[in-house]
């Protein structure tokens, strides 16, 4: 007789057993499994909510600033030698090494002006960059497309009383409220967005810019290296990365990270612990048995390889049942973890191989004693049960 059909056949005679000890490894290779998909889809939901975010890279004219203070009292401050940006210096921007991580550049010009006797800060932006750069905003009407047309923040709208359709006058020059942006609790809300060019014409700076705003928010992006490019091209220029909120969020998907990978550890070692004493349990209780394969010529190592096959069949059966029932948990809990509702879900097939040579690792290693404590049976005692 084949050894395999001997440990076959003692799985198919111990059913409830066979079946306990399944689950119980199955259950740990499915908790890993769901861990880590998650942990990989929300790694990838981040990432591509990285390259939605906005920009992460400002652009600002280098100055001198001195700040004033008397008696402890802040007097504001003195700015000393204000350069401009040149908006013929932009397209070096294009130049860098790591041109191919540049999602969008907005470059802004700003003021001040009055309308119907308000002060408002006027923006003269490239809308189509703008646009690009700040998917999340919501436009009530349509996006400027002409050079008189606007677009106003909520809160100006509401204080001038307009809405799209509206005229409104600026420096003599009548323009058309194109939309309205949504209210979006940051500055946008008091600010009307303009052409850029058009802008220019009226604050009399034609060809300079205010500020510059770059999304190369990715991932894998380089943002260190992508600022001291930029730096080196733009002497005359103050290059800043904006990386809190991203910090933020890859210190907290990390954190997640490890916490899913010492579940898992722990899940998976709970079920060696149950492959171990359920494997001591069927041997023990096979003592005759065994004793009869030791007296008719069976060696100490075909003892051995009985039990430990027993125990990797069952174990690459846990990983085939771990693996389906963990992508399926992953896929439900999906939806509640990640950003986005619509968020993918990673499929690795490392991760299905992963599982399976785990389970048959830690089955093997767990029934090992096992089989080991069956192979030194003294076939004498084990006969006198008979």
């Known amino acids: 007789m084949k050894l395999h059909n001997i440990s076959l056949n003692n799985l198919r005679r111990r059913k409830a057993r066979m079946a306990f000890l399944t689950i119980g490894l199955a259950v740990g290779i499915a908790t890993m499994v769901t861990l880590v998909t998650l942990t990989s889809s929300m790694s990838s939901d981040i990432g ?38 040149r908006e013929a210096e932009l397209n070096r921007i294009f130049t860098i090494k790591n041109r191919k991580n540049i999602a969008a550049v907005s470059p802004k010009v700003l ?12 923006v003269g932006v490239d809308f189509a960059e703008e646009l690009k750069m700040k998917q999340w905003w919501k436009v009530f009407g349509a996006e400027p497309k002409h050079d008189h047309e606007l677009l106003l923040g909520s809160q100006t709208a509401s204080i001038l009383n307009v809405m799209p359709g509206d005229s ?35 604050l009399h700076k034609e060809g300079k810019i205010t500020l510059v705003e770059v999304a190369a928010l990715c991932s ?75 007296a008719i010529g069976f060696r100490k190592t075909h003892i051995m390889r009985i039990i430990l096959l027993e125990a990797a069949l069952v174990s690459l059966l846990a ?8 992508m399926a948990g992953a896929k439900l ?50 006969l006198r049960a008979l």
Not at 171 to 199: H, R, W
Not at 351 to 376: C, E, F, N, R, W
């Open 48 to 85: 591509r909510k990285m390259d939605e975010f906005g920009a992460n890279i400002l652009i600002t004219p280098q100055s001198n600033d001195l700040a004033m203070s008397y008696g402890g009292i802040s007097l504001g401050g003195v700015t000393f030698d204000q350069r401009e940006i």
């Open 220 to 294: 894998g992006c380089p943002i260190g290296d992508m600022v001291n490019q930029l730096a080196e091209l733009l002497p005359e220029a103050k290059v800043t990365a904006i990386q809190q909120v991203v910090a933020a969020r890859l210190k907290t998907l990390d954190q997640f990270r490890r916490f899913s990978y010492a579940m898992a550890f722990v899940v998976i070692f709970i079920g060696s612990l149950i492959v171990f004493v359920t494997m001591m349990g069927s041997v023990n209780e096979r003592t005759t048995e065994i004793g009869v394969f030791r």
């Open 333 to 382: 809990a999906l939806p509640f973890m990640a950003e986005a509702k619509d968020a993918a879900l990673a499929w690795d097939g490392g991760v299905a191989t992963g599982a399976i040579v785990i389970s048959l690792v830690v089955g093997i290693l767990a029934s090992l004693y096992p089989a080991l404590h069956a192979s030194k049976m003294d076939p004498t005692e084990a």
């Open 111 to 122: 003021g001040g002006v009055r309308v119907q006797g308000k002060p408002v800060l006027l």
């Open 168 to 202: 409104l006058q600026i420096q003599g020059e009548t323009f058309k409220v194109s939309g309205v942006l949504d209210q979006t609790g940051s500055q946008d809300d008091s600010l009307i967005f303009a052409p850029l060019a058009k802008v220019q014409r009226l």
């Open 319 to 326: 990983g085939v049942v771990g693996y389906a029932v963990g």
